[in-house]
């Protein structure tokens, strides 16, 4: 789905690994240097990794080669990993990710986001769905951002939900295991939700 720039029709663009400044926090590319303040944050912490695709780290060098998968992942075009940096503090907090973008549909997919649990329903977490969302559809020029979520995690659907994003459908069942339930936000709903966020953070 193209993106109309005056009477022009255009692609939306690939992410890139670049940075994202927020008073709060500021999102820079993923890299092995943040390990040790990750792990901090929620290394071993089992309801931080509850609904991840990645085991829980017990070690820095677990969290180590989880980090250097996504930053794999990074070095072959499919995602750009982000470490959400607490202005405040100068640590890394967390991490999210952009992902799956489909430039012909206009779809972008956020996932892999974690913080440590000090750090749940802060400013410092609406502020990184504020970030990231602004440079999916204000930047990039997508059309709908994709959240993808397991069924059993009632908290994130929640916390989606909060911001406007609704249901839209549900992955097949893959290995009997319940496939994931599928959250999408249209670019028309977006300037709602970022008012919403923006108060939030306001407030």
Known sequence: M??????????????????LEGRHVRLEPLAESHVPALFGAGGRDDEVWRWLSAPTPRTEAELREIVCGRIKDVDDGKRVAFAVVARDEGTAIGTTNLHSWQRGDGRIEIGGTWFGRRWWRTAANTETKLLTMTYAFDTLGYAAVVWRIRPENVRSQAAITRIGATLSGREPQVDGEPGL???TMPRTDWPAAKARLSERLAS
């Open 2 to 19: 193209a993106r109309v720039l005056g009477s022009v029709a255009a692609m939306p663009l690939a992410p890139s690994s670049t940075g």
């Open 181 to 183: 339930l599928v959250y």
